[in-house]
């Protein structure tokens, strides 16, 4: 009898001991947390917000231990911070960044307001220029009605990729919220602004803007296949250009393209858009898939299918494919850098 | 019943283990673990013949090479979803494909397709291959020349008679390997192997493959740089020679770079059996903390935890995404080596360290020196007052000569920066200086460096706090002017 208790109580012990194991790394996740900039400026007051966010001290011994990998910046009129780390690393980032959001009163009692010189990617840059917006550095007032207004307020989104997602949720309970109400409030630069010279050989973006009647699979397959054919038709046919950057909006995609020869440039681009459409759709779906799966692909994906609110994936048939192409509109104007 | 199955299982065991051409390779604890299907074609040639290789692979398979071939070939790969990408390094070289899981067997056929239709003989191939080869020669950059010439590489495209040679010897069916990041059904290898029973090259050579001896290390090499401000290297630093350390060491290696003195660009890849080798660009401080660096150790528990992860994520990186680091899985196989990665590493290995072995070509401006000069005095650290949020206003100017040859007011610079200083200690300034054209633009960085040495050395500004930029002058500022711009905290 009293060999059974022992026996048992050294089974319970051996169980409580397999069930009771830490958990062990098990995957990657990654996560994009974006908010819209108000007007398409500002972008100095959002930068300064996630520069003092991630500049705690908790944060950032978070970061350091768990080797989270962060980068934020300006995407379009989007502000954007893109992350990766193990699932433990993503668990105590956000624990740690959810006690930041409670400590940011503290945290911009530090604040001294100095412009920040980082950001000088190409992008970046036209992307102010088209929207009026500068870098001065903002006041304290201003960045804490800032952090209220789109932080608190939440207007921040997310996508998240990994197992153990709710965390997400749990930590930053606004994430997610669908009291966005990004359809009014994106802010459309009115195009095109005012037609600007070319300049005979320099560096210029290019700002192209793609709409679509309806949000759907069918529109949303086409107008990637549209924007991957424009990508080949400058890069690879007319050997012109080759950086593109992809920004989604709630009615379609923004393209910033990079070019040194305005002249061509804006030729082969009035030349495409002059392109009968409904062509070229075959095997759409295949490199779509292959697309998705990539890295970079998989943020920019995620923010879009959130925009744009699509639920499961349906593969549409050739026919809506068409369809959907010939619907699609694009306008471009050139930006001076 | 049961020992009839054992029997035949046996049996096919033993068909699919018999040498008939090609040689396969599965990663079955791989399946699944990443969003894409991975296979690839692999072939091994000695070290002197990677130059070779990398210009064979354009051969290969080129989407932009306007043949009836590269479109059927471009329009199936399409119709799959497939990304194809090559690799190349002294083991040998690689044509790797990605696919959606579903397609993973389209994809090991289009690899089959891609190599066997291979027209050696289009007169015009070769051509446009040394086309692009030269297009690309042109355009080269200091630091990919730099990271060319520790390869031994001479910049010139093969004859058309060694890339015909190699052709012969590297791609011999015993030479060649197919193999798909995942698992395979008996009936898939079976299809697999009669698909590619038929590949055959003639055989006017003997058979070449990769010695596991290695070459030492060549010597450190310093050059002077009259180009460009930044360093350039392009190094190689000896590993450890087991996987799992091997890949804890250059964790550690890269977190510890990063987090003393991060480069300003990095592109790194292991090579051979010991190695890692990397490109780099970078400043002075991190070319001097690499410099000194001879041993490699955890510091304490939370850089430890920190190395830790990163071995960690790394580890789940190659697992996840196979295709995409050649360099180990790739590599590994044609050496003959295995490459196993538990989850974690002991921690006596990184409390034990490692020593460092660098070396490499650098190319080094005099100037580097001025980015590392140590501070001057220490600054007492002055608690913040809890208004500073709206107190402090940072000392910024622009300054335009008067004439010609005039020299800027430094001390009342000082002056206003040291008076910002004593409120705020961890300001940092940029001194700004413009150019007209870009052959102005080294003339200019110097005189800034000059004045920058001036305000550290004769007003005691700390060095931290002062950093030059040079830039194309905007149209409405001289060329002449210096703007002093404050960037907040170091």
């Known amino acids: 009898m009293r060999g059974f208790l022992l026996g048992s109580i050294g089974a319970l012990v051996w169980a409580q001991s397999w069930c009771f194991q830490p958990p062990t790394i098990k995957g990657l996740a990654q996560w994009r947390l974006y908010h819209l900039l108000p007007g398409g400026m500002g972008e100095a007051t959002a930068r300064n917000v996630l520069r003092l966010l991630l500049e705690d001290s908790v944060v950032r011994y978070v970061c350091y231990v768990y080797h989270v990998q962060l980068r934020y910046g300006r995407q379009g009129a989007w502000m954007v911070l893109d992350g990766e780390a193990t699932e433990e690393g993503a668990y105590a980032f956000f624990h740690a960044l959810r006690g930041a959001i409670d400590r940011f009163p503290q945290l911009l009692q530090s604040y001294v307001g100095l412009p920040g010189g980082e950001g000088e990617d190409w992008s970046q840059v036209a992307a102010r220029l088209l929207w009026r917006d500068t870098l001065e550095s903002p006041t304290a007032l201003r960045l804490s009605q800032f952090f209220y207004e789109v932080w608190l307020g939440g207007k921040v989104q997310g996508v998240y990729w990994g197992r153990q997602g709710g965390h997400l949720r749990r930590f930053l309970p606004f994430v997610g919220q669908d009291s966005l109400a990004v359809w009014e409030s994106y802010p459309w630069p009115e195009a095109p602004l005012s037609a600007q010279a070319l300049p005979a050989q320099g560096d210029m973006v290019f700002y192209t803007r793609w709409g679509v009647p309806t949000r759907s699979w069918a529109s949303l397959l086409a107008l990637w296949a549209h924007l991957k054919g424009l990508e080949a038709y400058l890069c690879e046919e007319k050997q012109l250009v080759c950086q593109f950057f992809w920004s989604p909006t709630p009615r379609g995609m923004e393209v910033w393209i990079y070019t040194s020869l305005p002249y061509a440039t804006a030729q082969a681009l009035s030349g495409f858009l002059g392109r009968s459409g409904g062509e070229g759709m075959w095997a759409v779906t295949g490199r779509f898939q292959a697309w998705q799966r990539e890295g970079d692909a998989q943020l920019l994906l995620g923010q879009w299918l959130c925009l744009w609110r699509l639920g499961k994936y349906e593969v549409p048939s050739p026919r809506q494919l068409r369809q959907a192409q010939r619907k699609i509109q694009g306008v471009f104007f050139p930006v001076a850098l | 019943m049961g020992a009839a199955a054992c029997l035949v299982g046996i049996w096919l065991q033993v068909v699919e283990g018999w040498p008939s051409g090609m040689r396969l390779v599965t990663y079955s604890e791989l399946e699944r673990q990443g969003p894409m299907a991975g296979a690839f074609v692999a072939w091994s040639h000695t070290p002197d013949k990677w130059e070779t290789g990398d210009f064979f692979l354009r051969l290969v398979y080129d989407p932009a090479y306007p043949s009836d071939r590269t479109r059927r070939l471009k329009r199936w790969g399409d119709s799959l979803g497939?990304?194809?990408?090559?690799?190349?390094?002294?083991?040998?070289?690689?044509?790797?494909?990605?696919?959606?899981?579903?397609?993973?067997?389209?994809?090991?056929?289009?690899?089959?397709?891609?190599?066997?239709?291979?027209?050696?003989?289009?007169?015009?191939?070769?051509?446009?291959?040394?086309?692009?080869?030269?297009?690309?020669?042109?355009?080269?950059?200091?630091?990919?020349?730099?990271?060319?010439?520790?390869?031994?590489?001479?910049?010139?495209?093969?004859?058309?008679?060694?890339?015909?040679?190699?052709?012969?010897?590297?791609?011999?069916?015993?030479?060649?390997?197919?193999?798909?990041?995942?698992?395979?059904?008996?009936?898939?290898?079976?299809?697999?192997?009669?698909?590619?029973?038929?590949?055959?090259?003639?055989?006017?050579?003997?058979?070449?493959?990769?010695?596991?001896?290695?070459?030492?290390?060549?010597?450190?090499?310093?050059?002077?740089?009259?180009?460009?401000?930044?360093?350039?290297?392009?190094?190689?630093?000896?590993?450890?020679?087991?996987?799992?350390?091997?890949?804890?060491?250059?964790?550690?290696?890269?977190?510890?770079?990063?987090?003393?003195?991060?480069?300003?660009?990095?592109?790194?890849?292991?090579?051979?059996?010991?190695?890692?080798?990397?490109?780099?660009?970078?400043?002075?401080?991190?070319?001097?903390?690499?410099?000194?660096?001879?041993?490699?150790?955890?510091?304490?528990?939370?850089?430890?935890?920190?190395?830790?992860?990163?071995?960690?994520?790394?580890?789940?990186?190659?697992?996840?995404?196979?295709?995409?680091?050649?360099?180990?899985?790739?590599?590994?196989?044609?050496?003959?080596?295995?490459?196993?990665?538990?989850?974690?590493?002991?921690?006596?290995?990184?409390?034990?360290?490692?020593?460092?072995?660098?070396?490499?070509?650098?190319?080094?401006?005099?100037?580097?020196?001025?980015?590392?000069?140590?501070?001057?005095?220490?600054?007492?650290?002055?608690?913040?007052?809890?208004?500073?949020?709206?107190?402090?206003?940072?000392?910024?100017?622009?300054?335009?000569?008067?004439?010609?040859?005039?020299?800027?007011?430094?001390?009342?610079?000082?002056?206003?920066?040291?008076?910002?200083?004593?409120?705020?200690?961890?300001?940092?300034?940029?001194?700004?200086?413009?150019?007209?054209?870009?052959?102005?633009?080294?003339?200019?960085?110097?005189?800034?460096?000059?004045?920058?040495?001036?305000?550290?050395?004769?007003?005691?500004?700390?060095?931290?706090?002062?950093?030059?930029?040079?830039?194309?002058?905007?149209?409405?500022?001289?060329?002449?002017?210096?703007?002093?711009?404050?960037?907040?905290?170091?």
């Open chain 2, 82 to 490: 497939l990304i194809v990408s090559a690799w190349s390094g002294p083991e040998g070289a690689a044509l790797l494909v990605e696919a959606p899981w579903p397609h993973k067997k389209e994809a090991l056929q289009w690899l089959h397709a891609a190599i066997t239709s291979l027209e050696l003989g289009d007169e015009r191939l070769y051509q446009w291959a040394v086309y692009r080869y030269r297009r690309q020669q042109e355009g080269l950059r200091l630091g990919q020349e730099i990271a060319w010439r520790r390869r031994g590489w001479r910049g010139f495209p093969p004859s058309y008679e060694a890339v015909k040679a190699y052709f012969y010897t590297a791609l011999r069916p015993e030479n060649v390997w197919v193999g798909v990041f995942g698992r395979l059904s008996l009936r898939e290898k079976a299809d697999l192997r009669r698909l590619w029973v038929h590949w055959n090259t003639p055989a006017p050579d003997s058979s070449s493959s990769y010695t596991t001896s290695s070459s030492p290390l060549p010597p450190d090499t310093v050059e002077e740089n009259l180009w460009a401000y930044p360093i350039y290297g392009a190094a190689c630093i000896r590993t450890p020679t087991t996987w799992p350390e091997r890949l804890a060491f250059v964790e550690a290696f890269l977190s510890w770079w990063q987090e003393s003195a991060p480069p300003l660009q990095f592109r790194g890849a292991f090579e051979g059996p010991d190695r890692y080798c990397f490109d780099v660009r970078l400043d002075g401080k991190s070319y001097q903390a690499l410099q000194r660096l001879t041993y490699l150790t955890v510091r304490d528990n939370a850089q430890m935890s920190a190395w830790m992860e990163a071995y960690a994520r790394r580890r789940l990186k190659l697992r996840g995404e196979p295709v995409h680091y050649p360099d180990v899985w790739i590599a590994a196989l044609l050496r003959g080596d295995s490459v196993s990665l538990p989850d974690t590493v002991p921690s006596l290995v990184w409390l034990r360290g490692w020593p460092i072995t660098l070396r490499g070509i650098w190319l080094v401006q005099e100037l580097y020196a001025l980015d590392t000069l140590l501070e001057a005095r220490a600054i007492p650290e002055k608690r913040l007052a809890p208004d500073t949020a709206a107190g402090l206003v940072p000392f910024e100017t622009l300054w335009v000569p008067p004439r010609r040859r005039a020299e800027p007011p430094l001390s009342t610079w000082a002056a206003a920066m040291q008076a910002n200083l004593a409120s705020q200690s961890r300001l940092r300034w940029v001194l700004v200086g413009y150019y007209r054209h870009r052959r102005e633009e080294g003339a200019v960085l110097r005189r800034l460096h000059g004045w920058r040495q001036v305000l550290i050395k004769q007003y005691l500004i700390p060095p931290g706090a002062l950093q030059v930029q040079v830039r194309p002058a905007p149209p409405d500022v001289s060329p002449n002017a210096i703007r002093v711009v404050c960037v907040g905290f170091s």
